[in-house]
């Protein structure tokens, strides 16, 4: 693979026609030459297995009638931006199609490319249009319907179409059914057309003969993974874990970690909304392995707490706190006291977020955890090579088509994700799409925010408005008892000098107010009174009054301090009442001034202010997001 075009839009792979096969290093191990293809970045290329297999070759099958250029065949799927899963199909060394799932039918599309149309042009007994008449360049023009000659099997408009001109072959797009398409003013737009490239076909490969191309290369890879982790263990001394999900990258990071440093043990967090399938083979790959598996279990903390925060979405992951890091912190602070080196599977090509990951990293809301990121320039092709080239058991999921296994509802799964886990597990799709149509109900949103998926933005990206726009729907809440803010007076100059600030925060109280006086003082010295229900809070210069009835009310000296007062006060307010007892904050403090018990109880004797828990709480790291408001400013 060769990064170098990443970002002119391409990447550069190799294949080998005598294997069949994709080509991760220079060369492939059967000796023959290689040849490089293109496709767009960042270049994640992955094995297309089990039924994501069924999944390429019937689409095929109901758009031209046939798959057989493909069958017994190696695929590779390449993931590319678009509304939902969208994969480049790649074939014979060269990417045919695009298939794409469309929200909207639910149902996957195909659309067709030069190469696949070449590949295809023989065997097809559909969608193929012959055309004449026409000279030029014709990349982009639009065919009328009176120069169209033969056109093969029923067809509708939007269909993916392979286009025949004397000896030409192009790709190219329906604009009319194929009842109408010879009456048609603009019948089939053209993609792409030339003379038949000799590209040779590739022969019959399987996974087997995918690593025996790639051996060599892939014993590299462990190579310099398994240096890497002894380098760095060399002069540190702390129990070793790998962070098992259950996906492929952490299995990657066993193989690698179980080579280069002896008694591992595992470390999982069940959610308790993980795929049955996981847990069961997490717990079946410790036991056969002999390794010691440490568990931490968020139980119902989920659906305990949704109804409070609403459905997470990828800018708005309250459940991973809740039920990832709220468990393992104090799995680890239990078990690993004096702290652990956790070797994972993060890689740079999983996402935007991850792509600066360094070999080694902290988590700054896991105290001592030390993380190692061994396969963090591997992509998902050298992942699977690794893993079949080591015969590690890999979860059964995989081969049902997912490419992620995380929780099953995880808002950062894709919408065709989604649908198939109502294939597999259909009681489970049942209870949460229930939940997010009660949910739209209750908000006033269009029943299309849980069946199409909007759900899993707090704020829409463009290309989801877009289609939101189009099928004018609503997704937008309307205004309900969820926590607001309602600014009466921004930081402004007092007559009596100073600074004030004024607000009322409407926030749903499921805790006794003394909560609010618990949760101030990590800001300063606080007075409490149980009667009235007002807390004080004191800091140099600054004083905030909060009240029962939601009330804020900051002064200080300076316009700055009244306006970081309002903030931490009423980020205290919301986490007093919010609070999902993840005990993060309390296992961050460095005090150790914070107990969990139904919220969090301070030892003012301990506190010192320093603020680190309020960086480690998740109810304030997504303060913005929670929090509406009519007037959001501040300052005026």
């Known amino acids: 693979m060769d990064r170098k075009n990443v970002a002119h839009g391409k990447t550069s792979f190799r294949w080998c026609d005598g294997c069949g096969t994709l080509v991760l290093g220079t060369g492939c191990g059967c000796g023959s030459p290689v040849?490089?293809?293109?496709?767009?970045?960042?270049?994640?290329?992955?094995?297309?297995?089990?039924?994501?297999?069924?999944?390429?070759?019937?689409?095929?099958?109901?758009?031209?009638?046939?798959?057989?250029?493909?069958?017994?065949?190696?695929?590779?799927?390449?993931?590319?931006?678009?509304?939902?899963?969208?994969?480049?199909?790649?074939?014979?060394?060269?990417?045919?199609?695009?298939?794409?799932?469309?929200?909207?039918?639910?149902?996957?599309?195909?659309?067709?490319?030069?190469?696949?149309?070449?590949?295809?042009?023989?065997?097809?007994?559909?969608?193929?249009?012959?055309?004449?008449?026409?000279?030029?360049?014709?990349?982009?023009?639009?065919?009328?319907?009176?120069?169209?000659?033969?056109?093969?099997?029923?067809?509708?408009?939007?269909?993916?179409?392979?286009?025949?001109?004397?000896?030409?072959?192009?790709?190219?797009?329906?604009?009319?059914?194929?009842?109408?398409?010879?009456?048609?003013?603009?019948?089939?737009?053209?993609?792409?057309?030339?003379?038949?490239?000799?590209?040779?076909?590739?022969?019959?490969?399987?996974?087997?003969?995918?690593?025996?191309?790639?051996?060599?290369?892939?014993?590299?890879?462990?190579?310099?993974?398994?240096?890497?982790?002894?380098?760095?263990?060399?002069?540190?001394?702390?129990?070793?874990?790998?962070?098992?999900?259950?996906?492929?990258?952490?299995?990657?990071?066993?193989?690698?970690?179980?080579?280069?440093?002896?008694?591992?043990?595992?470390?999982?967090?069940?959610?308790?909304?993980?795929?049955?399938?996981?847990?069961?083979?997490?717990?079946?790959?410790?036991?056969?392995?002999?390794?010691?598996?440490?568990?931490?279990?968020?139980?119902?903390?989920?659906?305990?707490?949704?109804?409070?925060?609403?459905?997470?979405?990828?800018?708005?992951?309250?459940?991973?706190?809740?039920?990832?890091?709220?468990?393992?912190?104090?799995?680890?602070?239990?078990?690993?006291?004096?702290?652990?080196?956790?070797?994972?599977?993060?890689?740079?090509?999983?996402?935007?977020?991850?792509?600066?990951?360094?070999?080694?990293?902290?988590?700054?809301?896991?105290?001592?955890?030390?993380?190692?990121?061994?396969?963090?320039?591997?992509?998902?092709?050298?992942?699977?090579?690794?893993?079949?080239?080591?015969?590690?058991e890999y979860n059964p999921l995989y081969d049902r088509d997912f490419e992620r296994i995380g929780c099953y509802l995880c808002a950062s799964s894709l919408g065709s994700e989604w649908e198939n886990v109502e294939r597999v597990h259909e009681d489970l799709y049942i209870r949460w799409n229930d939940y997010l149509r009660e949910y739209a109900a209750k908000k006033g949103l269009s029943q299309e925010y849980a069946d199409m998926g909007f759900w899993r933005w707090k704020v829409l990206p463009p290309k989801m408005v877009k289609l939101a726009e189009e099928m004018d729907l609503r997704t937008e809440p309307k205004k309900t008892d969820g926590p607001t803010m309602r600014m009466l007076k921004g930081a402004s100059s007092c007559a009596a000098g100073g600074y004030s600030v004024e607000a009322i925060a409407n926030i749903p109280r499921s805790r006794d107010f003394s909560s609010v006086a618990e949760a101030l003082r990590t800001i300063g010295e606080v007075r409490y009174s149980d009667e009235f229900e007002i807390a004080m809070v004191k800091t140099k210069g600054a004083t905030a009054k909060l009240f029962g009835g939601g009330e804020i009310s900051v002064v200080s000296n300076t316009l700055e301090g009244a306006e970081t007062m309002f903030e931490r006060a009423a980020k205290a307010l919301l986490r007093a009442q919010m609070c999902t007892s993840c005990g993060i904050c309390a296992e961050k403090c460095p005090c150790k001034a914070i107990t969990i018990k139904d919220g969090l109880s301070i030892d003012p004797e301990k506190c010192n202010s320093c603020g680190m828990c309020e960086g480690s709480c998740m109810v304030v790291h997504y303060y913005d997001k929670m929090m509406t408001a009519d007037n959001k400013r501040v300052r005026t």
């Open 35 to 392: 040849r490089s293809f293109e496709v767009n970045s960042p270049g994640d290329v992955r094995p297309c297995m089990g039924d994501g297999v069924d999944v390429v070759l019937s689409l095929f099958e109901r758009e031209f009638g046939s798959s057989a250029p493909l069958k017994g065949k190696a695929i590779f799927l390449n993931k590319v931006p678009g509304e939902d899963r969208t994969d480049e199909i790649i074939a014979h060394g060269a990417v045919l199609a695009l298939m794409r799932f469309n929200l909207s039918t639910k149902r996957f599309e195909l659309d067709v490319r030069q190469a696949g149309a070449e590949i295809f042009a023989d065997s097809a007994i559909k969608n193929v249009v012959a055309f004449s008449g026409m000279s030029g360049h014709l990349k982009g023009k639009s065919v009328p319907g009176a120069n169209i000659g033969e056109v093969a099997g029923e067809f509708r408009a939007g269909a993916p179409i392979i286009l025949k001109k004397g000896s030409k072959i192009g790709a190219g797009v329906a604009l009319a059914s194929s009842e109408d398409i010879r009456v048609s003013e603009k019948a089939v737009k053209i993609r792409s057309i030339d003379s038949p490239s000799v590209m040779p076909l590739s022969p019959d490969s399987d996974r087997k003969r995918f690593v025996e191309a790639n051996r060599q290369h892939l014993f590299d890879l462990e190579s310099v993974a398994i240096n890497e982790i002894r380098s760095y263990l060399k002069k540190r001394n702390f129990p070793v874990t790998v962070s098992f999900s259950g996906g492929k990258d952490s299995l990657a990071a066993y193989g690698v970690a179980s080579r280069a440093v002896r008694g591992l043990e595992l470390i999982f967090v069940d959610t308790g909304i993980e795929f049955p399938e996981t847990v069961r083979y997490v717990d079946d790959f410790a036991e056969k392995n002999n390794l010691v598996l440490h568990k931490a279990r968020a139980g119902d903390a989920f659906f305990k707490n949704v109804d409070a925060f609403g459905p997470p979405a990828k800018d708005f992951r309250w459940c991973c706190k809740t039920c990832k890091l709220g468990p393992i912190t104090e799995l680890i602070a239990k078990d690993f006291p004096d702290g652990t080196i956790t070797v994972e599977g993060n890689r740079m090509l999983e996402s935007f977020s991850r792509a600066d990951t360094r070999f080694v990293s902290k988590n700054p809301f896991v105290p001592n955890q030390i993380t190692l990121n061994p396969v963090r320039e591997w992509n998902a092709s050298e992942i699977w090579g690794y893993i079949w080239l080591r015969k590690l």
